[in-house]
């Protein structure tokens, strides 16, 4: 690791946290799940290759779920939201109903990566001035995308910001490509990556 690494591991520790310091200094691949309403087998399996792994993963929460309970006790695994914000979500009609539904879900999360990747300004200042405690958004897609790295972004009245963390392979994308071959490893960056997958796909 050289100077300029250090200053910036630093320099995230100081400015975001310790998650996304501990993601560069440690592992360099960021596993995280959207769970798309699946059932509880599908995630119980994922949970499991992770831990059999001895890897972290962020797993984000679109329903009630018994599963819930036994997630919240390992270390391992922390959980954000999914919030739905199309039309006709199940989750409610607006934003905010929509982030206080899935808040009511994990009241501890401090994550979020939105379903089908829903994003805008007004959506982010609404989170930065209303909801603090979401910290750090997953929503932006940048495939096979090399140098991926934490950004500060600053929306709202209040000098909030959010943390915006790109992924650069998501399953679903990979599921609509002409032609992939699943037993080769993926073409990544040697640095930081950040994987998404989905229960069901991976069932």
């Given at each position: 690791?050289?100077?300029?690494?250090?200053?910036?591991?630093?320099?995230?520790?100081?400015?975001?946290?310790?998650?996304?310091?501990?993601?560069?200094?440690?592992?360099?691949?960021?596993?995280?799940?959207?769970?798309?309403?699946?059932?509880?087998?599908?995630?119980?399996?994922?949970?499991?290759?992770?831990?059999?792994?001895?890897?972290?993963?962020?797993?984000?929460?679109?329903?009630?779920?018994?599963?819930?309970?036994?997630?919240?006790?390992?270390?391992?695994?922390?959980?954000?939201?999914?919030?739905?914000?199309?039309?006709?979500?199940?989750?409610?009609?607006?934003?905010?109903?929509?982030?206080?539904?899935?808040?009511?879900?994990?009241?501890?999360?401090?994550?979020?990566?939105?379903?089908?990747?829903?994003?805008?300004?007004?959506?982010?200042?609404?989170?930065?001035?209303?909801?603090?405690?979401?910290?750090?958004?997953?929503?932006?897609?940048?495939?096979?995308?090399?140098?991926?790295?934490?950004?500060?972004?600053?929306?709202?009245?209040?000098?909030?910001?959010?943390?915006?963390?790109?992924?650069?392979?998501?399953?679903?994308?990979?599921?609509?490509?002409?032609v992939w071959d699943w037993t080769a490893a993926p073409s990544v960056d040697s640095g930081f990556n950040v994987f998404a997958f989905h229960p069901l796909h991976v069932a």
């Amino acid at each position: 690791m050289n100077n300029s690494d250090k200053k910036r591991i630093s320099f995230y520790e100081d400015q975001v946290g310790v998650w996304e310091a501990s993601m560069l200094q440690r592992t360099r691949l960021g596993l995280t799940f959207d769970i798309d309403w699946g059932p509880d087998w599908c995630i119980k399996l994922c949970v499991d290759l992770v831990r059999n792994a001895n890897y972290r993963a962020t797993i984000f929460i679109t329903h009630e779920s018994d599963i819930l309970a036994d997630l919240r006790k390992l270390d391992s695994i922390e959980l954000g939201i999914h919030p739905n914000l199309l039309p006709g979500s199940t989750h409610g009609d607006g934003v905010e109903d929509v982030l206080n539904y899935c808040l009511s879900l994990v009241p501890e999360a401090r994550v979020m990566r939105t379903h089908a990747l829903v994003q805008s300004s007004r959506l982010f200042k609404t989170i930065c001035d209303e909801y603090p405690q979401i910290e750090t958004d997953f929503s932006l897609f940048l495939p096979f995308h090399y140098n991926l790295a934490p950004t500060i972004c600053y929306f709202g009245n209040n000098g909030n910001f959010l943390t915006r963390i790109p992924y650069n392979w998501s399953d679903d994308q990979i599921l609509w490509r002409p032609v992939w071959d699943w037993t080769a490893a993926p073409s990544v960056d040697s640095g930081f990556n950040v994987f998404a997958f989905h229960p069901l796909h991976v069932a």
